[in-house]
């Protein structure tokens, strides 16, 4: 048997393109002497490209070069499926939504554009109600600047790794859909109350 199944994979982009913009808090992961490097940032899809940023003293700065090949996942809504959730016969598993890519790296080295990057992913991330707008004219913006490198990644392998029961009869599959949605407003609220 191939894996992952091919019931699992998803490779049409616009579902894909989907899970990066509503879940932009990619994993970002280097290589350097057969060690990982991993740093958690938010990355912005722009036609083909990823846009974000890194703190200057991020060890993973020094690995996100031109040309340098990067690994990215994306991580959508993930949850522990019971049995109980089936009317069939199933053993326990677990369903999730995430995206893979590869690319390579490109700095950008210019101030403006990577002050216009910041203001602009802001604008993404505080959608739809734009509550807060970074000004251009920020000066905690402008001293910040010296601290921050901008990247694109231009994306050369797109996988899509859609684990929603789709193996399972329809009725199955929408009873491990709710499950998915009641877990993962549930289980964050749990969390949070243990954790803070």
């Not at 950008?108 to 991330?125: D, H, P, V, Y």
Request: proline letters at 6%; glycine letters at 4%.
């Amino acid at each position: 048997m191939k894996y992952p199944p091919k019931h699992h994979q998803d490779n049409n982009k616009g579902h894909l393109i989907e899970v990066i913009k509503s879940y932009p808090l990619a994993t970002v992961i280097s290589v350097k002497d057969n060690l990982p490097l991993v740093s958690h940032l938010p990355l912005v899809y722009d036609d083909g490209k990823l846009i974000g940023h890194i703190d200057i003293f991020n060890p993973q700065k020094d690995l996100l070069k031109d040309g340098n090949l990067v690994t990215i996942i994306f991580q959508g809504p993930q949850c522990y499926i019971s049995p109980t959730v089936y009317s069939t016969t199933q053993l326990p598993t677990w369903n999730f939504i995430k995206v893979h890519l590869r690319g390579t790296v490109e700095v950008i080295k210019s101030k403006a554009a990577l002050k216009q990057s910041l203001i602009a992913m802001t604008e993404f991330l505080e959608a739809p109600n734009h509550d807060y707008v970074l000004e251009p004219d920020n000066p905690r913006l402008d001293a910040n600047l010296e601290y921050i490198e901008m990247f694109e990644v231009n994306i050369t392998e797109w996988e899509g790794k859609l684990k929603l029961s789709q193996d399972k009869k329809t009725s199955d599959m929408m009873a491990a859909r709710k499950e998915l949605i009641r877990a993962n407003q549930v289980s964050i609220a749990d969390f949070l109350d243990k954790v803070f």
